[in-house]
């Protein structure tokens, strides 16, 4: 089925989104650090990595997880590496903070690596990856998160279903950009087998009586009240293959084993445990932003020739299927966050429950946003 989605300005977006998160309590900088990655993601056509996931950090804040008021801070630091505690706080400003940390650490000394821990969700990771080939540098991030897979041949949520986000300097052609996620699904997933009748690819759900594998969350689907995109499901996550499942624990191995700071996923709350109001930890255990500057090693313009060539190389490929093309990963949402595209897509299923509920509890709708919006640009 299609997903239903609306035609909206960025700029909109932006000064919505920035608006509600302040109205919590938000300093300008964190509303300026959600609404700046949450457009990223928006810009690069990632619909559950736009508004959607917003609702991640309003869920935290609305049960008591995230403190609004906190300032993330470095508490420990070398030349080449970095310790931040995001002291509560969202994900956003605590990867926007290492993301800055990691750039200019790396560009003094050719490399960087920056922990964090103690925040909530960041959302698209790709946003923090975008901050280094702004630099002309090359990044690698990831968070944990709540518990939503099995270990391979297991039946327990004990696996994280991480974001792995990674970009290196490109010149006029699309760059070599990784973003995934390091699992087969997860809550926008369950949503969208709700609300679109969506399968999951490959059969991935696990029954948690009988064992089987199918692929339709729907029947395990536990809608939150409020919200359109995060969803809690009864069962469990079947990861596809070893290649998966070997990324995943190498993740955890930088997010959270080496994190001086960080904490395994097993030990982080399940989102039953979240929305029971059974845990005020944060929903993300460790995080850590990797940063090389190749301009240390070598010219940075016969860096980005490569990349163009390599590029040109790829997409000259003979397709395998007639009338499909070879693409680089991410080249759409390239070309549109290089040219600033002025409107971006967003899932009604999201934008319901943004201003009814989100922006709703402030006594504000869509019509008095972009009014107030409309007015500020005068």
Not at 249 to 274: C, D, K, R, W, Y
Request: hydrophobic share 35%; net charge negative; proline share 6%.
């Amino acid at each position: 089925m299609n997903e239903k989605t609306k035609t909206v300005n960025a700029d909109f977006m932006h000064y919505a989104l920035k608006r509600v998160w302040m109205a919590n309590g938000a300093t300008e900088e964190h509303g300026d650090a959600v609404a700046d990655a949450l457009l990223i993601g928006l810009r690069q056509g990632k619909l559950n990595q736009g508004l959607g996931v917003y609702e991640a950090i309003d869920l935290a804040f609305q049960q008591g997880m995230l403190d609004i008021t906190a300032t993330p801070e470095v508490v420990d630091e070398g030349p080449t590496w970095a310790m931040v505690d995001g002291k509560r706080s969202s994900g956003y400003w605590t990867l926007t903070k290492m993301a800055n940390t990691a750039i200019a650490k790396a560009k003094e000394h050719g490399i960087s690596i920056v922990f964090g821990a103690n925040h909530n969700d960041g959302g698209s990771f790709s946003a923090y990856a975008w901050y280094a080939y702004q630099q002309d540098c090359l990044a690698l991030t990831s968070n944990n998160s709540v518990p939503m897979c099995s270990p391979l041949g297991g039946m327990s949520n004990t696996i994280s279903a991480a974001p792995w986000d990674a970009i290196a300097p490109g010149g006029e052609e699309p760059p070599v950009w990784m973003s995934t996620k390091l699992c087969e699904w997860y809550d926008a997933d369950t949503a969208q087998a709700v609300l679109q009748g969506t399968k999951t690819k490959p059969d991935s759900v696990i029954d948690p009586e009988t064992g089987e594998l199918g692929n339709d969350l729907a029947p395990y689907a536990l809608p939150v009240e409020g919200y359109g995109r995060v969803f809690d499901q009864s069962c469990f996550q079947n990861l596809s293959n070893p290649r998966v499942y070997m990324f995943n624990l190498f993740g955890e191995a930088l997010q959270s084993l080496i994190n001086p700071m960080g904490i395994i996923t097993p030990e982080v709350p399940s989102l039953t445990e979240v929305l029971a109001g059974e845990s005020d930890a944060t929903t993300v255990g460790g995080s850590f932003y990797l940063c090389i500057d190749p301009s240390h090693f070598g010219p940075i313009e016969e860096v980005k020739a490569k990349s163009d060539r390599y590029a040109q190389a790829i997409t000259a490929s003979k397709p395998r299927v007639e009338g499909r093309n070879t693409r680089m990963p991410g080249a759409s949402g390239w070309r549109s966050l290089m040219s600033g595209a002025e409107d971006v897509e967003v899932l009604d299923s999201h934008w319901d429950p943004f201003f009814n509920t989100q922006a709703g509890r402030h006594g504000w709708t869509e019509e008095s946003l972009r009014a107030d919006w409309e007015s500020q640009k005068s």
